[in-house]
C-alpha cells in the first residue's frame, strides 16, 4: 500500500502540460501484408510491421503511407530469441537463423548444456556483451565479434538500409536473466561461465546482459539518431528508448507480486516518465489491451501525455477505438480514486480499483464501452 500511495502522489503531479489529442498504434506481426490488408489499417496513426513485409510486401509499406500521410512505421525487432526452425515466408529470419546454427556458442544453454527457450518453438540467444566471440568475416583471431555484435550489424544493414523507418520496436528488453534458466520448461539453472559459488554472480550475469542489451540500441541511434526507440517490457531500464510498451495492459509482470489493480499504477507512473533522456528523440509509451478489456486500456492511455493506445495484434482498424475528444485541456485529476481528464469535447475517466472507466460528453452522452 505504501508503493501505491508513492506513486498516487506522483500521478497527481503529472509533469508539464502539454495538449495531446489521441493516438493508436497497430501491432502487425506477421511477416505478410496484403494491398488490402494495408488499407484495413488505415485510421491508425502508427503501424508495427515484421521487418519480413519490406521484403514480401514492401508495396503495402507505401500504400500504407499513401492512405495516410502523417502514418509512423516501426519495425518490430526482436533480439533476444528466434523461432528455431524458422517459418518459410520469413526468408531474412530463415536465413539468420541458419547462420545462428553454426555458432552454438551464441545460443544461451542452461545448466544441462541444452539451448534455453523462453517462448514456445523459439530459442533464446547469448545476448551479453561477453558472449563468446567467432570467426564470422575474418579468420584473424583479434576480429572475433560475437551475437550481439553481429545481429546488430545485420538488423541495420539489412532491414533499417533498406527501408525507411521512423523507429523500432524492441522486444524482450529485460533488465536481467539470471531468472531464465528457471523459467517455464528451463529448470537446469543458467551455464554462463560464472562458478555458482560467486556471490556476485547474478550481478556478474545481469550487468553483462544490459552491456550486450545497450550496445545494440546504441548502435541503432548511432545509425540514425532520429529513429525512435520503443522498447517492450515497461521497465525503467534501457535510457535510449524514447519509451516503453506495455503488453497486456495493465503489465504485471513489472512487480511480481503485483494484483492487476497495484499494476495499473505502476504502469501509468512508469509511462509518465519517458523519454528519460531529454535529448534522444520524444517517443511515447504504448498501452496494449488485454483481449477484454479494450475500453478500459484506452480510457487509461488518455490520461497521459503521448501515450498509445493499441489493442491485440494482427486486427484492422476499427471506428471503436476514436474517442473523438479532440485534445486535452490540463492534466488528470483525481477525486475518491477515480482519475479524469479534460478533453474539448469530454471527460475521461478511469476508476481502477473496479477496473472501469468511462467517458462523459459535452452533450450528454455517456459511453462505456
Same mark, same amino acid.
Given at each position: 500500500m505504501k508503493k501505491i500511495l508513492i506513486i498516487l502522489c506522483f500521478i497527481g503531479v503529472i509533469g508539464i502540460f502539454e495538449s495531446k489529442a489521441q493516438i493508436t498504434t497497430e501491432h502487425w506481426y506477421l511477416?505478410? &501484408?496484403?494491398? #488490402?490488408q494495408a488499407h484495413q489499417l488505415?485510421?491508425? @496513426?502508427?503501424?508495427?510491421?515484421?521487418? #519480413?513485409?519490406?521484403?514480401?510486401?514492401?508495396?503495402?509499406?507505401?500504400?500504407l503511407r499513401l492512405d495516410n500521410k502523417n502514418v509512423k512505421i516501426y519495425c518490430y525487432f526482436n533480439v533476444v530469441e528466434w523461432f528455431n526452425p524458422m517459418f518459410d515466408d520469413k526468408p531474412w529470419s530463415k536465413n539468420i537463423v541458419a547462420f545462428l546454427n553454426k555458432h552454438e556458442e551464441w545460443f544461451l544453454h542452461g545448466g544441462n548444456g541444452e539451448r534455453i527457450s523462453f517462448w514456445?518453438? &523459439?530459442?533464446? &540467444?547469448?545476448?551479453?556483451? $561477453?558472449?563468446?566471440?567467432?570467426?564470422v568475416?575474418? *579468420?584473424?583471431? @583479434?576480429?572475433?565479434? $560475437? =551475437?550481439?555484435?553481429?545481429?546488430? #550489424? %545485420?538488423?541495420? @544493414?539489412?532491414?533499417?538500409k533498406t527501408y525507411h523507418f521512423d523507429g523500432v520496436v524492441t522486444d524482450n528488453l529485460w533488465p536481467k536473466i539470471d531468472w531464465i534458466g528457471y523459467y517455464g520448461v528451463n529448470q537446469s539453472g543458467l551455464d554462463y561461465g560464472i562458478a555458482k559459488d560467486d556471490s556476485r554472480r547474478s550481478e556478474i550475469l545481469?550487468?553483462?546482459? %544490459?552491456?550486450? &542489451?545497450?550496445?545494440c540500441l546504441n548502435q541503432i541511434k548511432k545509425f540514425d539518431p532520429s529513429l525512435i526507440i520503443i522498447g517492450n517490457p515497461g521497465n525503467m531500464?534501457?535510457?535510449?528508448?524514447?519509451?516503453?510498451?506495455?503488453? $497486456?495492459?495493465?503489465?504485471?509482470y513489472l512487480n511480481e507480486a503485483d494484483t492487476i489493480f497495484e499494476a495499473w499504477y505502476e504502469n501509468i507512473s512508469n509511462a509518465s516518465m519517458w523519454p528519460l533522456d531529454k535529448n534522444i528523440p520524444a517517443g511515447h509509451c504504448i498501452f496494449n489491451a488485454r483481449k477484454? $478489456? =479494450?475500453?478500459? *486500456?484506452?480510457?487509461?492511455?488518455?490520461l497521459l501525455n503521448g501515450v498509445s493506445f493499441s489493442y491485440l495484434q494482427n486486427t484492422k482498424y476499427e471506428e471503436k477505438y476514436k474517442l473523438n475528444l479532440g485534445s486535452a485541456l490540463g492534466p488528470s485529476k483525481i477525486s475518491n480514486g477515480i482519475y479524469t481528464r479534460s478533453y474539448e469535447k469530454g471527460i475521461v475517466m478511469v476508476d481502477p480499483y473496479a477496473k472501469k472507466s468511462w467517458v462523459v460528453y459535452q452533450d450528454g452522452r455517456t459511453r462505456k464501452e
Open positions: 511477416p505478410t &501484408m496484403s494491398l #488490402e488505415k485510421g491508425y @496513426d502508427e503501424v508495427i510491421v515484421d521487418p #519480413e513485409v519490406i521484403f514480401n510486401n514492401r508495396a503495402s509499406l507505401d500504400a514456445p518453438g &523459439m530459442q533464446t &540467444m547469448n545476448c551479453a556483451i $561477453n558472449c563468446p566471440g567467432a570467426n568475416y575474418s *579468420t584473424e583471431a @583479434d576480429e572475433k565479434i $560475437n =551475437y550481439i555484435n553481429f545481429i546488430s #550489424e %545485420r538488423f541495420i @544493414d539489412d532491414i533499417l545481469n550487468e553483462a546482459w %544490459r552491456a550486450g &542489451m545497450s550496445y531500464s534501457y535510457p535510449q528508448c524514447s519509451g516503453k510498451m506495455f503488453e $497486456n495492459f495493465p503489465e504485471i477484454n $478489456n =479494450y475500453f478500459f *486500456t484506452l480510457c487509461s492511455s488518455m
